[in-house]
C-alpha cells in the first residue's frame, strides 16, 4: 500500500516529578500548515509522555503515511532505529536483563501505529532553539494537570 503525503512531526513529553503529573505535546506539518495535539495525565512518568506523544500523534493521522519523527528522546529513537521491540517480541517482552519491558502496553501500541505508517525517526537535541522541537516541549509542558508553565 502506498503512504500519502509526507508528514513531519515533532514530539516531546514532560512530567512535574516522576513520577506525577505529566502532559505530551505533538507539533504535525503537512503542506507547510502545522497542527497541534497535546493532553496530560495526573500520574504518570517522564517515558510514558514521551512514548504518549509520537503514539497520539500517529493515531491522529488517517490512511497510511510517509512520517518523518523528531524527538529529543534517546529511549524512543533509539528503540525503533536500533530495532529492540524486535528483541523484545522474540524473547516474550523481557529486555537484556530479562526483566519485564517497562510500558509494553504503549510500546505495543506505537509500534502498531509505526507499522502502518511508513515512519523515519530522527533524534533532536532538547532546548537547542529548534523552533518546532521546542514547541513540542511548551505544549507537553502546558498540558500538565495542575502545573502552569
Not at 505529566?22 to 504535525?28: D, F, I, K, N, R
Not at 516541549?137 to 498540558?143: G, P
Request: aromatic share 6%; glycine share 10%.
Amino acid at each position: 500500500m502506498t503512504a500519502g503525503a509526507s508528514i513531519v512531526m515533532y514530539t516531546d513529553g514532560a512530567c512535574s516529578g516522576n513520577p506525577g503529573p505529566g502532559g505530551w505535546g505533538v507539533v504535525l506539518v503537512e503542506d507547510g500548515r502545522p497542527r497541534e495535539l497535546s493532553g496530560g495525565e495526573r500520574s504518570t512518568t517522564n517515558q510514558r509522555m514521551e512514548l504518549t506523544a509520537p503514539l497520539e500523534g500517529l493515531r491522529s493521522l488517517a490512511g497510511r503515511r510517509r512520517v518523518a519523527i523528531h524527538s529529543d528522546s534517546a529511549y524512543v529513537v533509539n528503540c525503533f532505529r536500533d530495532k529492540w521491540y524486535e528483541r523484545w517480541r522474540r524473547n516474550g517482552w523481557l529486555n537484556v536483563q530479562k526483566k519485564p519491558v517497562e510500558n509494553r502496553d504503549l510500546w505495543e501500541a506505537l509500534i502498531a501505529e509505526v507499522e502502518r505508517h511508513d515512519v523515519t525517526w530522527h533524534k533532536v537535541v532538547g532546548h537547542s532553539g529548534d523552533p518546532l522541537n521546542d514547541r513540542a516541549d511548551a505544549l507537553a509542558r502546558a498540558a500538565i494537570p495542575g502545573v502552569r508553565s
